[in-house]
Structures are given as structure tokens and as C-alpha cells.
């Protein structure tokens, strides 16, 4: 049956909530901490501020292209995009940060954020002081190696549709890996939302918004995803990680 | 399904008391004046953020009359002077410049209806100019499906003009009709021939409309049992695809024209009943599918295929089969409803027509839907359209228990099974074919804005049940 229009969403992706002493569950960090013995209260007797940040409503910047760089920060709830305005004054769209994944890792190079950061719905953060963190690093192999992961998963994500890939390509490739990162946060792989705009998307993937509307449309009319409003259900994975491959490679 | 021993006189008399018809829910004295210009806009772009944006159904409202109908209680403008088409056709044009390009441009048209008033107040050139303005700043489907309908009053058609509106893209009519009957045309001051209607019907016929509706009116005054059959059997003759058989609701308070007519003219409860009774069997009995809310269409009618499909909606034009549009009513009181909001343009001319001088949106007042909205508004749109209401797609859907959810609706549907209007069970809460005369009093179970405190004039708003 399809959803009528407004049907209550999917479950908001936040993640279950830590406090002072314990780790969301989500956290980027924790299992790196955790790992090397430290707990929450020790990185704070480390003075690694862990900072629980007031939400960031619809539309309101994070962070700006050319801000000082201090923190990175872990999304706890909601979704994050990234952007750039270029040379033309028209917005390229860098990629979107999920409950778990980490702001403002391509900002260590140069000591200044190299992008925009701006709240798709209700984002709550968790900020971590990177020059404290980094020090931390340096005692703690584990924490170094979750670092240099993230590090690699960043570059990664923005190599990834760097290729000549078909505008159905893309499209599945985005899905799957949404569902992916939605999996590994503990959240449904086959039921989302897609909390950024059609014009994002369009723009994240370099195809025409018409044209991803146009591609949804065919996936769903050949069994692939129902798309209703906002929601997402992935209903033949196997065929829509099969329309993927050229680009996940895996 | 045999309707003939579906309508029980008693249940009847007893439940014919006022009830909103149920294009929208939350029923249009809900919206407010916070709701505005600003609130309309962001539900638009909104709807161009989702993956896939809803297309667009497109109503135009034309409230101009030559003469005035009694019994009639839409928004309208009695006059002659063609100058005031022409002023209201550039003030639409100036609308459709103004909202269309809120629109993502990949949005489809799929549906346009014309409805009044009387739409063909204006000539055929003037809607050509209001056609190809529309075409030029939305995008018109090219699906098969694409309905672009009309409302007809055949007293005003001249020879030629049918096959200029199909020229334009029109291929679906609806036709006043009421009542043949000269006695009552004359009591409502609506003279209409048999000849004039059905040969406005020959040439929709033959210019290639894919559908002619007719309306019909029961309550009218002087109505009586053989002048309305008559009526029926001249209609029914003349097989229009769809019939709509409207209760005349008298509200003389709200509606100035009606205090023309006289009270005791009226037929009484027993005899609107009688009348209702004689038009569900005749057309039954000519193969007319019972659609719901006053509707009936031929079996091969696009409606009943959706009906039976499970694809109809109702909404402010009545039943479609074009669900999940946004819609946008342009005109003085037209209504829209984009995303999960309605919005209302002003009622008076002047107040729409200085907004649109104004470079503003005439939004005179609207409504954001809340979740509680949404549901109840799903559940009502089930019942109207299909009879019935799936109590575990619902929850499954919205994540509540019905029965908790909706434990202060509970006696009131209890009762109803009780007298058989309905069958209450774990699933499905289905209305009975008896019930099924009687949808708007099943709805009015779940109408959140009824069950608080009624106001002197809310009993007043709303015409009869039946």
C-alpha cells in the first residue's frame, strides 16, 4: 500500500544518547577510546572537551568556508551538508554527514575550514577540541588509527563518484550508500529519509534535479525503492546494489 | 449490490441532520488568517525539495453568472456585462504569472477543471487565452490520462463553442442540469430545455469528450416523485458516463438567493427521501455504479475503474482519479491544497483582485495540517472514497492503536453498527450498503473540530445528510 501524503516518517535517525560519562552509541570515537581503556571521564581528566552543543536548526551554519579551525565535531542527530559556493556564486554540494560521521576532518591541512556546513533538520553535535585530540592521539594507538580511518573514509567519499558514471549509476550508489552508513549506525538499511533536498542531491550527484526524480521514478516503477514524499524503502536490494556496482566496486 | 433495499426510511429521518461534505478535512472554517501568503510559499518549495514532487491539479474558478439559480450556495457574480470576464480573465492571467514559477518546472499538470459560477461566462477565445497561459507557465502532462474538464451551463452554448473548448484540450464536461421539470425550473429560476442539454451532450459526444457528467439536484421545491422521474428517465436516455445527485440544503442565512424560495414549497424529510430512493434505483437499475457522496458513473467509467482499484480521491472538484496532486485553485474563494496545507484565496473580487494588484499571493486565509489532521483526513478520504477504512493499515501506517487513539469516537461508531450502518471489526470499520448513503455521518465520527463545543452558527454551515 503507499503512504498517504504526511504519514508519520521513519524514526528519526538519532542515535540513543550519551552523557557526561558514557559514549553515544553512535560515537565516531568510542570504540577507539574504549578500546585503549579510556572511558569518557578519562578523556575528560585529559581535558578532550566533549562538547554536547545546542541543536542547529533547519538552514543555520555550523561552520563557514575560511572560519578558524579548532574542532571537528561528531553529528549526533540529523544531517549535515557540506558545501561550496564557486567562482560563479552557484553552490556545489560536497557531501552530506549522517548521525556518527564527523564534520571537519578536511579542515586539519590548513587550520581553516575549506567549506560550509549548514543543518538539513534539527542537528545536535558533539564537539571535539582537535588539537587536545590529536595530542591524545599521539598516546593512543587507537585512537590514532580510528583518526587515520576517518581521515581515509573522507577522502574516500569525495573520490567516490568522481568517475564517468551514469546518471543511474550514481543514483543507486547514493542509495546503497545511505543505507550502508544508516546500517552501521544501529538505524533501518531499508527504511530512511532523505533529509536533503531534491536540488542537493541533484547537485551532490552532478545530475539535473528533473533528473533524479526521473531516474527515483524508474527505480520505482521497476521494483527497486518506493518513494513516498521524503521516505525512502529500498524494496530489491540485490538488484539496486547490482545498479551500484560500477561505482561501490564492491 | 442491491441498492434498491438499502435505504431504510427510518435510519434516514433520523440521521438527516447537517454534516460538512467533506472536500477537505479540516473542513474550510478551520483555516485562519495566520496562515498567509508566506506559509503557502514554503509549502510549495517544500513539495519541490522531495525526491520526486507531487504533480499538479490545477482548479479555476469563474464566479460569474447571467442569472441567478435559487437553490445555489457557490461563491458567485450575477451579472451581464461581459467587460467584468475580461477584467477577472487578466487578473488570472496575473495569478498564474505569479504562483506558477513557485513550481518546479518538472512538475506535470495532469488535471485542470473549470468550475463556478459558470466557467463558459467567458467565450471560448477568453479560455483560450486562460489555457495557453497556463500551458505557457506550468507544464501540461501529455499523459493519456491528463484530464482537462469543465463545468457546462448548457443555457449559455452556443453552436460551435464545443468543439472550440475541445480544441483547447478539453475532454470532460459536467452539465447542469437539476431538474427538467418546468414547474420546479421555474420555482428555482433555472429554464433549461431537454433539447439545449442534450444537444450540448451530442456535441461533447462528438467533438470527443472522454466523459459528459450530469447534476441533478433532489429537494428542490415542487419536486414530486413523478416530475423527478422523468427527469431521470430523460437523463439515464441519454447515458452520461457519470450523474451526480446532489440533496439541496437549504441554508436561506448563508445563501441569499435561497430566501427566493418558499419553505412550503419544499419537500418534506419523507419526500426528499423518496426522491433519493427513486434516482439510487432508477440508476441502478440503468447500470449506474454507486461511486459514494452523490456520485454514480457507468461501470467503463475511469471512476469506478478506480474505485475498484482502490486510485479514487475526492477532493474540492469531487471524486478523481488523479491522487497525490498538489493542488492550486486560482480565482476569488478558490481553494489549494499543496503539501499538507490548504489555503483559500479571498471571497470577494475586490479583495483578490487588489492582492493580485498588490504583487502579492491572494492567500486569504489556510491551514497546516498537524499529524492528528493527517490521519483523521486519511481515514475520512478512505471512507469517502471506498466505503471503508483499514484499521490495521492505519496503524501499522501512523503507528497508533486505533481503538485507544480514537476511544471518544468509539460509542458514536458502536451506535452506528448497532443500527447497521456499519461493521466494526478488528481490521476493516466498512459501511454497510445502507451505510453507504449515510458516509458523512460515519466521517463525522472522526472529525476532531465537531466533537469540541458546537457555536450558534456551526449547525448552520452545514446542509443535510441526505
Not at chain 2, 429521518?13 to 495566520?34: E, I, K, N, V
Not at chain 2, 525539495?49 to 507531487?54: T, W
Not at chain 2, 467584468?84 to 495532469?110: N, T, W
Request: proline share 5%.
Amino acid at each position: 500500500m503507499t503512504e498517504p501524503r504526511g504519514a508519520r516518517p521513519a524514526p528519526v535517525a538519532l542515535a540513543d544518547d550519551g552523557n557526561e560519562l558514557q559514549f553515544c552509541s553512535t560515537c565516531a570515537f568510542s570504540s577507539a577510546c574504549l578500546d585503549s581503556g579510556y572511558d569518557k571521564s578519562r578523556l575528560k581528566a585529559l581535558h578532550v572537551l566533549v562538547e554536547h552543543t545546542a541543536p542547529f536548526r533547519e538552514g543555520q551554519h555550523i561552520f563557514r568556508e575560511g572560519d578558524d579551525f579548532n574542532a571537528i565535531a561528531a553529528v549526533r542527530a540529523g544531517t549535515v551538508k557540506t558545501y561550496v559556493t564557486d567562482l560563479n556564486g552557484r553552490e556545489q554540494v560536497q557531501g552530506f554527514f549522517l548521525p556518527g560521521e564527523v564534520i571537519g576532518l578536511n579542515a586539519v591541512s590548513r587550520a581553516r575550514y575549506p567549506c560550509n556546513a549548514v543543518a538539513l533538520d534539527t542537528v545536535l553535535l558533539c564537539r571535539f577540541s582537535f588539537p587536545r585530540m590529536a595530542t591524545l592521539a599521539t598516546q593512543m594507538p587507537g585512537l590514532q588509527q580510528q583518526l587515520f580511518r576517518l581521515l581515509s573514509e573522507d577522502i574516500g567519499k569525495a573520490t567516490l563518484l568522481a568517475g564517468d558514471f551514469t546518471a543511474e549509476e550514481r543514483m543507486a550508489a547514493f542509495l546503497v550508500l545511505l543505507s550502508r552508513r544508516y546500517a552501521a549506525r544501529g538505524l533501518s538499511p531499508t527504511r530512511f529519509r532523505l533529509t536533503m533536498a531534491r536540488t542537493d542531491i541533484a547537485n551532490y550527484l552532478r545530475l539535473a534535479a528533473e533528473t533524479v526524480s526521473r531516474i527515483l521514478k524508474r527505480f520505482q516503477s521497476d521494483g527497486l525503492v518506493r518513494v513516498e514524499r521524503r521516505e525512502i524503502a529500498i524494496t530489491d536490494r540485490a538488484r539496486l546494489e547490482d545498479a551500484a556496482r560500477n561505482v561501490l566496486r564492491n | 449490490m442491491n441498492e434498491t433495499t438499502t435505504i431504510d426510511s427510518e435510519i434516514l429521518r433520523r440521521y438527516d441532520r447537517p454534516g460538512p461534505r467533506y472536500t477537505s478535512y479540516p473542513t474550510a472554517p478551520q483555516f485562519h488568517a495566520a496562515f498567509g501568503e508566506m506559509q503557502l510559499r514554503q509549502f510549495i518549495a517544500r513539495g519541490n525539495a522531495e525526491p520526486i514532487p507531487r504533480p499538479i491539479s490545477i482548479y479555476v474558478h469563474v464566479p460569474f453568472c447571467f442569472s441567478p439559480c435559487f437553490y445555489c450556495g457557490c461563491n458567485r457574480v450575477i451579472t451581464r456585462d461581459a467587460t467584468k470576464g475580461e477584467r477577472y480573465l487578466e487578473h488570472l492571467l496575473l495569478e498564474i504569472e505569479r504562483i506558477a514559477p513557485l513550481f518546479a518546472r518538472d512538475r506535470d499538470v495532469m488535471q485542470v477543471h473549470l468550475g463556478g459560477g459558470t466557467p463558459n461566462f467567458l467565450a471560448p477565445p477568453q479560455l483560450g487565452r486562460l489555457l495557453d497561459s497556463l500551458g505557457r507557465h506550468f507544464h501540461f502532462s501529455t499523459a493519456r490520462d491528463r484530464d482537462f474538464s469543465i463545468e457546462l451551463d448548457p443555457r449559455c452554448i452556443e453552436d460551435g463553442d464545443i468543439d472550440a473548448l475541445a480544441e483547447l484540450g478539453f475532454n470532460r464536461a459536467s452539465l447542469g442540469v437539476q431538474d427538467f421539470n418546468p414547474d420546479v425550473q421555474d420555482a428555482v429560476n433555472r429554464v433549461q430545455s431537454v433539447e439545449q442539454t442534450m444537444a450540448v451532450i451530442d456535441a461533447c459526444r462528438g467533438a470527443g469528450f472522454r466523459s459528459v457528467n450530469v447534476d441533478l439536484i433532489y429537494g428542490l421545491p415542487r419536486q414530486t416523485q413523478d416530475g423527478f422521474r422523468q427527469t431521470l428517465d430523460t437523463v439515464i436516455a441519454a447515458r452520461p458516463d457519470r450523474l451526480a445527485i446532489y440533496g439541496y440544503a437549504h441554508l436561506p442565512e448563508l445563501f441569499k438567493a435561497q430566501r427566493q424560495i418558499k419553505v412550503a414549497e419544499l419537500p418534506d424529510a419523507e419526500g426528499r427521501l423518496g426522491l433519493l430512493r427513486l434516482a439510487v434505483e432508477r440508476l441502478t437499475a440503468a447500470g449506474y455504479q454507486y461511486i459514494g457522496m452523490d456520485h454514480f458513473a457507468l461501470p467503463e467509467d475511469d471512476l469506478a475503474g478506480a474505485q475498484a482499484a482502490g486510485g479514487l480521491h475526492r477532493n474540492f472538484m469531487g471524486y478523481t482519479t488523479h491522487a497525490d496532486c498538489d493542488l492550486v485553485g486560482l480565482g476569488v474563494s478558490a481553494i489549494s491544497h499543496v503539501g499538507d496545507s490548504f489555503s483559500q484565496n479571498p471571497r470577494d473580487l475586490a479583495g483578490w483582485e487588489i492582492a493580485l494588484e498588490s504583487d502579492r499571493l491572494p492567500v486569504w486565509r489556510g491551514l497546516e495540517l498537524d499529524f492528528d489532521d493527517v490521519l483523521r483526513a486519511d481515514i475520512i478520504q478512505q471512507l469517502m472514497c471506498q466505503g471503508d477504512i483499514g484499521v490495521a493499515a492505519i496503524e501499522r501506517r501512523y503507528g497508533i492503536d486505533f481503538r485507544h487513539y480514537f476511544a471518544a469516537a468509539w460509542p458514536a461508531l458502536e451506535q452506528l453498527a448497532g443500527e447497521g450502518l456499519l461493521t466494526l471489526a478488528q481490521e476493516r470499520i466498512a459501511a454497510t450498503s445502507r451505510g453507504r448513503y449515510l458516509l458523512r455521518i460515519i466521517a463525522m465520527c472522526f472529525d476532531r473540530y465537531l466533537q469540541k463545543p458546537q457555536t450558534a452558527d456551526s449547525t448552520a454551515r452545514y446542509s443535510r445528510a441526505i
